[in-house]
């Protein structure tokens, strides 16, 4: 749900649960004009899957965990913040860079340092750190995204359980200028994860991705779903015939309207004008939009609008927004 485990392969060293995509939020800082708010969640709740691997470790050394923003509309990053992370005594911490340019779009770890060894947060207090114009954190909190996944898996037959009200995710939250996302105007924005190749012909390899909630999970099943997870926003025209398929089946749409219906969902980025005010599916998403209905009524072509579930009742008023953590991760 959500990207959560959305990996291809849920086992170590592919499946790291720490570089699995869960959530895209990105919506206009509450308390300070010109000014927005990012935050990327990974690593679903620990111990949520009893059979796959577990890591209370939240984020991943190895990795680099990449924002990509496409300032024209080609499906191309001109502007990437790349986060990477460190380990001593236990304890983590995090690097964060802007690349610009050809720089941005290449699988790589350059560009300017904005925020330097900044303290990952292991424990329920949210460590943050003020670099510049920047303001960062990363570390464990309780997962904002809410939906019945029980009803999900029983034939949308809802209840209004959320399974995700007492789970947590590992969030890199960042508020930046909006000068910094591009000169003006409106961006599209996706998250992806890098982890080192190993085949001794390119350094890095893509992991996962996301943007959108819920697509790698109900519309690229089977042998599909490696491809698309590897993917870019500027080729996701590949996947528009098996999106449509999968509309035909699910939602009983006319071949030409699932078409339709699949060209809004790819390519697999979220618009975003800080200019307009934040809502999905149309600018950006907010921590308490309801991106489980929305998704419901387009898959069903209409026929279920909703699961019973609403925004959790944890979320802070201030940087970083995310509630606390449920569980005890303190070392």
């Known amino acids: 749900m959500a990207h959560h485990y959305s990996g291809p392969d849920f086992s170590f060293p592919h499946g790291d649960p720490r570089v699995d995509h869960c959530d895209l939020f990105v919506f206009p800082a509450p308390q300070g004009a010109g000014r927005s708010v990012v935050a990327i969640d990974v690593h679903p709740s620990f111990g949520i899957n ?16 990449e924002l990509k923003v496409d300032a024209d509309g080609d499906g191309v990053a001109e502007v990437a913040f790349r986060v990477r992370f460190s380990a001593t005594d236990g304890a983590q ?50 997962d904002p995204f809410f939906f019945d996944a029980a009803g999900a898996l029983n034939d949308f037959q809802f209840t209004g359980d959320d399974f995700f009200a007492d789970k947590d995710v590992c969030s890199i939250v ?15 924005m996706w998250h992806r994860t890098l982890v ?8 890095w390899r893509q ?14 099943p089977g042998d599909e779903k490696a491809s698309y997870l590897a993917g870019y926003p500027s080729t996701d025209d590949r996947f528009l015939d098996s999106f449509a398929h999968v509309l035909e089946h699910a939602g009983g749409y006319a071949p030409e309207d699932a078409k339709r219906v699949a060209r809004t969902l790819l390519p697999d980025v979220v618009p975003y004008d800080p ?6 599916p149309d600018n950006g998403r907010t921590l308490t939009d309801d ?15 909703g699961d019973g579930v609403g925004p959790h009742e944890d979320l802070l008023t201030e940087f970083p927004y995310l509630g606390r953590p449920h569980g005890s991760y303190d070392r």
């Open 50 to 65: 009893p059979e796959g691997p577990t890591t209370t470790e939240p984020f991943a050394p190895e990795a680099i965990y």
């Open 93 to 142: 911490f995090a690097s964060v860079r802007r690349a610009e340019g050809a720089v941005a779009d290449d699988t790589d770890e350059g560009g300017d340092v904005l925020v330097a060894d900044a303290p990952v947060s292991a424990g329920a207090e949210a460590h943050v750190t003020e670099a510049g114009d920047y303001r960062f954190f990363a570390g464990w909190r309780s």
């Open 174 to 188: 960042l508020e930046l200028p909006n000068n910094v996302l591009a000169p003006s105007g409106q961006v599209a």
């Open 196 to 203: 080192p190749n190993g085949d001794g012909v390119a350094r």
């Open 207 to 220: 992991a996962d991705r996301g943007a959108r909630p819920s697509q790698a999970v109900f519309f690229s």
């Open 275 to 280: 200019g307009r005010p934040a809502g999905y």
């Open 291 to 305: 991106v489980g209905d929305h998704f419901l009524s387009v898959f069903t072509n209409g026929k279920v609008t």
